[in-house]
């Protein structure tokens, strides 16, 4: 009688565990989903506003190894010159991959594609995002636009 309440009450621990820890993962996938867009939307703001300067401290190392800080400023001088600054987000769409399990080894990541408004037209901002550290991280950040070949 005293190890089969044993068992049951290991077993009701552990069914309890799991439970908050999937609980868990699902909060954190949520909130980590929500603040993907809001910072990939307002990093991308930002960027335009504030030069290659933000864009290079908000990169990842990843970013970092794939670019030069010169090779940055050049094609941020060159995009700024031609469109501007962004002057309104018009559509957003992507979204993030968060693993369920929360001490998952994979990395939350996020893609997000924006239309949006510049000062001398329209073009679409693309950017990734990695989770790490507690922050989101830039790994890659585009900005594709008619404008800029011709």
């Given at each position: 009688m005293k ?24 909060w954190?996938q ?10 990939a939307i ?6 335009s ?7 290079l ?10 670019r030069?800080?010169?090779a940055t ?16 987000i ?5 979204g993030?991959?968060v693993p369920?399990y ?6 939350p ?11 001398q037209?329209t ?5 990734s995002?990695?989770?790490?550290e507690?922050r ?8 594709v636009?008619?404008?800029?070949s011709d």
């Amino acid at each position: 009688m005293k190890r089969s309440a044993i068992s049951a009450g290991l077993a009701l621990l552990l069914t309890a565990t799991g439970i908050a820890l999937f609980g868990l993962g699902v909060w954190r996938q949520a909130a980590l989903t929500a603040s993907s867009e809001e910072y990939a939307i307002s990093v991308s703001v930002a960027i335009s506003n504030e030069g290659p300067d933000r864009l290079l401290q908000e990169a990842s190392a990843e970013y970092r190894q794939q670019r030069s800080a010169l090779a940055t400023r050049k094609s941020f001088d060159f995009v700024s010159s031609i469109i501007g600054q962004v002057e309104l987000i018009e559509s957003v769409s992507g979204g993030a991959m968060v693993p369920l399990y929360y001490f998952s080894e994979e990395l939350p990541v996020a893609d997000y594609a924006f239309v949006a408004k510049f000062q001398q037209g329209t073009a679409d901002i693309e950017i990734s995002l990695v989770y790490r550290e507690e922050r989101w991280q830039v790994t890659r950040y585009s900005v594709v636009s008619n404008l800029l070949s011709d």
